[in-house]
């Protein structure tokens, strides 16, 4: 754990959520979820200290573009500094729920992935369904959701997705909940290159790499 993190935790325990950041073993799984192999856009709420950010900076090709977004000042400049030289990646200070308009601006038509850690069992009920309507709204057909949290309630809100697939990953501390969220394509926007999530597998058992 970074000095920034903790101070940051220290600051908005709420917001920050947990006291340390993803496992080395988390950062893994989570990434696994997505499919590399070709062009990508990829939206992440909450990266933090960019632990997950970079996992995926790593593994992307050199087409693809990794949008942050991140509500806490120290921790966007940050990321600002650490992706200085990556042309693929696009920090943004500023609400998740701006996802829609920093696509457009960025002739991105949608998204084929979207990875948030941020507390949702935090947010008023209407600022949470409306998230969730913009991220659904953003992602493209067969596109996928990905959640890592410490409780699992947001399968109940979440049903605008046709469907979701959960584990409980206890190689983490805390355990987390991983859900994957899936969009199924219209039938009316068939032929269009789109994501194929893979497939989760089932409870995975305690590991001892909990480092970040």
Do not use: W
């Amino acid at each position: 754990m970074s000095a920034l993190f903790f101070k940051r935790f220290l600051k908005r325990p709420f917001q920050i959520a947990s006291i340390v950041p993803s496992s080395k073993a988390l950062v893994e799984r989570v990434a696994n979820k997505m499919d590399f192999s070709q062009r990508r856009v990829i939206a992440e709420y909450g990266p933090g200290e960019g632990v997950h950010s970079r996992k995926i900076a790593r593994r992307m090709t050199a087409d693809s573009h990794l949008l942050l977004f991140e509500l806490d000042g120290a921790f966007a400049r940050d990321l600002t500094r650490q992706f200085a030289d990556d042309p693929r990646v696009h920090v943004i200070h500023g609400d998740a729920a701006t996802l829609p308009n920093e696509l457009r601006r960025r002739g991105f038509p949608e998204c084929d992935y979207i990875l948030s850690g941020i507390p949702f069992s935090i947010l008023p009920i209407e600022k949470k369904r409306a998230l969730l309507q913009k991220t659904y709204d953003a992602l493209a057909p067969n596109g996928a959701f990905i959640i890592y949290q410490v409780t699992n309630e947001l399968k109940q809100h979440a049903t605008l997705f046709e469907h979701g697939e959960s584990e409980y990953f206890l190689q983490n501390i805390p355990p987390m909940f991983i859900t994957v969220f899936h969009k199924t394509p219209s039938p009316h926007r068939r032929g269009r290159r789109t994501a194929k999530p893979k497939r989760l597998s089932g409870l995975v058992g305690v590991g001892t790499d909990s480092s970040a």
